[in-house]
């Protein structure tokens, strides 16, 4: 027995339904907080690029917090002043305190919360922060806290296994240019690798979970439209058959 066109409707606001619940669901998955570059020798002070992107469509993101590790210490911050944008390094005390060279460490950085600008749905903006004395290896992993103008947080953490992370490798590099020049080109050479990774991610061919799920709702409206053509075209009524006229009676004589 062929299923009814009511069956057919059912079957397809369900799946209307689920596409629509899966899409809310991915939405904060969506959100990404990268560092530029992933990494870097170990045993000296390096610049990175922090970036955070916005691939929510309903709201501005106006806060990011870098929360760092307790080991290893990270006994300096700076931030490049971004326009809009404020930045707080908030200290932690380190117990015990370390020996650096002639100086004894008693507070490292514990968190940068950098907030009060916007960034809009479908665009990023990006942060110059210094950090150092990098370990002489080992990995930075940096639980981040994306923040919304609606008031939503988006957490990546390294429990959760989707914290951004610094790999630190052995510091063999030989022959290295003098600090001074080394701390000038910095900034700019970081900038340059992340619009470069801008550019590679913008050019990729790949589909992103967004775009694959906008496609499933757009797949969900196809089917609802099929489904309706479909019992339009059932509920219509063949025209009745014109009558077959009977053949005339001939008489003889």
Same mark, same amino acid.
Request: some cysteine.
């Given at each position: 027995?062929?299923?009814? /066109? ?66 290893? /210490? ?14 707080? =390094? ?75 992370? =610094?790999?630190?490798? /052995? ?35 790949? =589909? ?36 077959? /006229? ?8």
């Amino acid at each position: 027995m062929p299923a009814s /066109p009511r069956s057919f409707a059912r079957a397809a606001a369900a799946l209307l339904l689920a596409s629509c619940a899966l899409l809310g669901l991915a939405a904060p998955a969506a959100a990404q907080v990268s560092i530029v570059p992933g990494s870097v020798k170990g045993g000296s002070t390096e610049t990175f690029a922090f970036r955070l992107a916005n691939q929510r469509t309903d709201t501005q993101s106006n806060r990011l917090e870098i929360v760092f590790p307790q080991s290893p /210490p990270i006994a300096f911050a700076e931030v490049k002043p971004a326009r809009g944008w404020t930045a707080k =390094i908030n200290p932690r005390p380190l117990d015990p305190p370390q020996q650096s060279g002639d100086r004894l460490i008693s507070q490292v950085v514990g968190s940068i919360v950098l907030e009060g600008g916007e960034v809009g749905p479908g665009q990023f903006e990006q942060f110059l922060v210094t950090l150092g004395p990098l370990p002489e290896q080992g990995d930075l992993v940096l639980d981040t806290v994306q923040g919304y103008t609606s008031g939503a947080t988006d957490r990546f953490s390294a429990a959760a296994g989707n914290a951004p992370v =610094i790999v630190v490798s /052995p510091n063999a590099a030989q022959g290295a240019p003098p600090p001074a020049v080394i701390e000038a080109n910095r900034a700019d050479q970081a900038v340059a690798a992340a619009e470069q990774q801008a550019e590679e991610q913008a050019n990729s061919g790949g =589909i992103t979970p967004f775009a694959f799920l906008w496609g499933v709702l757009g797949l969900a409206f196809l089917v609802v439209a099929l489904v309706g053509l479909r019992t339009h075209l059932l509920h219509r009524r063949a025209p009745d058959p014109e009558p077959t /006229p009977e053949p005339e009676k001939v008489s003889n004589g």
